[in-house]
């Protein structure tokens, strides 16, 4: 028989065994072939073992009948007994048609190959490791296999695989990791976790150094870390763990920078547990990598800053993000703003991005990755292993500005996060203020929006950023800062405020000679102070319920008086005449009651420096614009007769409910602590007569009220009373003395106090033409 003969030298009879559907006749078979094979090994036969072997494979194991493979199977693991330590020679032609049989639809067939590849690596041991590739491929697909019978074949050849690599010292870990990477991806439970499985064998093993190849697999980790299965997910953490052990223990062998953006994009993982593993591991990266963080900034912000608003269900992960945001803030330095960005090109070039670990598409497309991740700073991503001298990085100061401008605008975003992106504003303006002050204009209006927010909180950390910038010596215009945002004129985004001069007379500049900039402010200041009365004319409410409150903090974080000088400045030439009444009120109850302005009232008080007449003078033509408040800055500057006369004037003016309700605060606030000045020098009624008469005069003013009453009964605590009759005679008095020395125009002061009441007085006039026109139309 042909067949018989093509197959020597295997006898006809275990041909015939090793075709039988018996396993038994099978095993007979198996028995006469391990038999057949130790002659030819004593023989040193080489051609007929190979030949053998050639036989089992071709004419068994690949064959197409079903029991002629499973004969080949056991006749192939039969030759690898006989061979013994001599199987290493004959590995691939042993190895490749069992695998081969791995895919086999009979899941009795796929058992019978994972038993046959059993005995074959029992035998080679250490041998096999040149072809550990092919094999950990096969059994990670059979890992996964629907039948119980062949994943309990497998495991047992698992197991067995594990003992040889972990005894060996000659695995080849290069080799094996673009497998490792490309499994790792498996969507299959089981598959998961035969991964893991072997990812910790690997790392226990001394002489195997897995450290060097995580960010080839740290992100299928991390995917791997949200699987359904509690098992796989405990499995994931420990090796995980293990790894962060690791780097603690050795981190300049870390390649920091290639598993930057992994952690960046699973920090903003759906998944609680990845996103806490992630923010963990980013903790621990930026404590011990430091400033070769600092590149990856604005990917790292970009995942941290939604987390500082979690709420208690999620408050470890807030803990953490918090940490890394801290963390991160250290790293950058005064340094950072003085680095020649010049020769920072001239680097050392990173390598090719196309080279850096590239995760699954979908980890790809997140949109997270770090703008910073080009080859112009990413070259200081590792630590050197042998120089302990610190890495020069480059911060990438647009990248983060672009990300905290864009949390800013996110109006959905919790007010914790809101407070870090001002932190973050506010440290960089500090530590970085040059590099900074090239991103004022386009971060300006949002800082202004944001005095609009409900957290008080917020807002203050707002205003210090704006006091910052207002204050920094790197926003003057001379040098490097920018020109459109550093100019004081208006523009079109600021209030609207006549250009022309002429509107000032050439004595009313008096008031206005002292500049609102000092050398503690820039020239953003004055372009800030603008924006803010803009604000504050476009948005009543914020006005009513938050104007106070934020002037007298930036009296706190800026100069008082530069605040009040530039306001009236602004004020003065400001069209909206209503806006600027209600304004100039609100200035005046911020003067007169913050316990945060008492150095500039105790300034104000005694007008002895030209400094303060020369504020007083800016003050009062601003304050012209509500006539109440004009008198009581003549009562705060104890300019009693000028006082008097303005009161004098009164008779003259339109006088409204409001008008009088004004007065009537006015009385309430003489009444307060801030004037116990003022009501002392009544005991001196012939030094300050004006004082006595002005008062006087707001008790004519008033209806018969409570405030009346309490004027009223202010006025008959007088002593002598009948010595306000020769008050005319003593117009040389101290009064006077004091016109005098502070060298104030007063008549001046009065006629523009005039030209004021005229303007808003043909304001009213128009005001009531206008709705008197759109009544008829309405009557028509």
């Known amino acids: 028989m042909n067949a018989e003969r093509d197959l020597a030298p295997l006898a006809p009879s275990v041909v015939r065994a090793l075709n039988d559907k018996l396993y038994e006749k099978r095993k007979v078979a198996a028995l006469e072939i391990e038999k057949l094979v130790r002659e030819f090994v004593a023989q040193n036969n080489t051609s007929q073992i190979k030949h053998v072997i050639q036989i089992l494979s071709q004419e068994f194991a690949l064959s197409q009948h079903p029991h002629s493979r499973k004969g080949g199977l056991i006749g192939l693991a039969a030759c690898s007994i006989a061979l013994g330590k001599d199987s290493g020679l004959y590995l691939k032609e042993l190895i490749e048609p069992v695998l081969t049989c791995f895919n086999d639809a009979d899941s009795r067939l796929r058992y019978y190959a994972c038993e046959a590849l059993y005995n074959i690596v029992k035998v080679a041991r250490g041998s096999v490791l040149p072809h550990f590739n092919v094999l950990f491929d096969g059994l990670s697909k059979l890992a ?11 495991e047992l050849l698992d197991r067995l695989l594990k003992d040889i690599v972990t005894e060996s010292n000659q695995f080849d870990l290069v080799g094996f990791i673009p497998l490792l990477r490309e499994r790792i991806y498996s969507n299959n439970q089981y598959a998961r ?150 020769k920072q090109v001239t680097a050392p070039p990173a390598e090719p991005a196309s080279e850096e670990p590239v995760p699954e598409p979908e980890a790809a497309s997140s949109g997270s990755l770090d703008a910073s991740g080009d080859s112009s700073v990413s070259n200081t991503g590792v630590f050197p292993a042998t120089s302990s001298e610190r890495i020069q990085v480059t911060l990438n100061l647009d990248g983060i500005v672009q990300v905290l401008d864009c949390h800013l605008h996110d109006t959905s975003i919790g007010m914790m996060t809101r407070i870090a992106v001002l932190k973050w504003l506010y440290h960089l303006y500090i530590k970085t203020p040059r590099k900074m002050f090239r991103h004022t204009d386009s971060l300006f209006p949002i800082l202004l929006r944001t005095l609009s927010d409900e957290s008080d909180e917020v807002i203050l950390k707002d205003l210090e950023v704006l006091a910052e910038i207002a204050s920094s010596p790197a926003g003057q215009t001379e040098g490097h800062g920018p020109s459109e945002a550093a100019d004081p004129r208006p523009s079109h985004v600021e209030l609207h405020i006549p250009v022309r001069n002429s509107q000032l007379s050439a004595s009313g500049t008096k008031g206005l000679e002292c500049s609102p900039s000092t050398p503690t402010m820039n020239s ?257």
Not at 552 to 560: E, I
């Open 524 to 780: 953003y200041f004055y372009k800030f102070m603008i924006n803010l009365l803009k604000r504050f004319s476009s948005e009543r409410k914020l006005l009513e319920t938050r104007g106070a409150f934020i002037i007298r903090q930036l009296c706190l974080l800026l100069n008082a008086e530069n605040i009040f000088h530039s306001m009236a400045d602004i004020l003065l030439r400001e069209e909206d005449l209503k806006f600027a009444s209600t304004m100039v009120h609100t200035l005046n109850t911020i003067l007169l009651t913050s316990s945060e302005l008492f150095q500039l009232r105790n300034q104000l008080k005694d007008l002895r420096t030209p400094e303060s007449r020369n504020l007083f003078c800016c003050l009062y033509r601003s304050w012209c614009h509500n006539p109440v408040t004009t008198v009581s800055l003549c009562f705060l500057t104890q300019n009693y007769k000028h006082a008097y006369d303005l009161i004098q004037k009164f008779g003259d003016l339109e006088v409204t409910v409001d008008f009088l309700t004004e007065v009537d605060k006015l009385v309430q606030l003489i009444e307060c602590p801030i004037f116990t000045y003022l009501r002392l020098q009544l005991l001196d009624v012939k030094n300050n007569p004006y004082l006595i008469k002005a008062l006087y005069g707001l008790l004519m003013l008033l209806p018969q009220s409570s405030a009346f009453q309490l004027l009223s009964h202010r006025l008959q605590c007088v002593p002598n009373p009948e010595l306000m009759q020769s008050a005319d005679g003593t117009r040389a008095s101290a009064g006077s003395k004091r016109s005098a020395a502070s060298n104030i125009d007063y008549t001046e002061l009065l006629q523009h106090f005039d030209k004021v009441q005229h303007k808003h007085l043909e304001a009213r006039h128009q005001r009531a033409g206008r709705a008197e026109q759109l009544e008829r139309r309405g009557v028509l």
């Open 193 to 342: 976790q035969f991964i893991i499985s072997w990812i910790l064998v690997l790392e226990s093993v001394p002489d195997i150094n897995l450290l060097d190849y995580l960010p080839e697999i740290l992100d299928g980790l991390f995917q791997i870390l949200g699987d359904n299965s509690k098992e796989i997910r405990k499995m994931c953490e420990v090796a995980l763990g293990e790894f962060l052990k690791e780097i603690k223990k050795n981190p300049p062998s870390v390649k920091f920078a290639e598993m930057a953006n992994i952690l960046v994009i699973h920090c903003q993982a759906a998944d609680d547990l990845i996103q806490l593993t992630a923010m963990c591991w980013m903790r621990e990266f930026i404590q011990l990598a430091g400033r070769v963080m600092l590149p990856y900034s604005s990917g790292i912000l970009t995942a941290v800053l939604p987390c500082l608003s979690y709420d208690d269900r999620k408050k470890n992960i807030k803990e953490v993000a918090n940490v890394c945001n801290q963390s991160l803030m250290k790293l950058v330095i005064p340094e950072d703003d003085e680095m020649d960005e010049a």
């Open 144 to 154: 996964a296999d629907p039948d119980p019978n062949v994943k309990s074949g497998s």
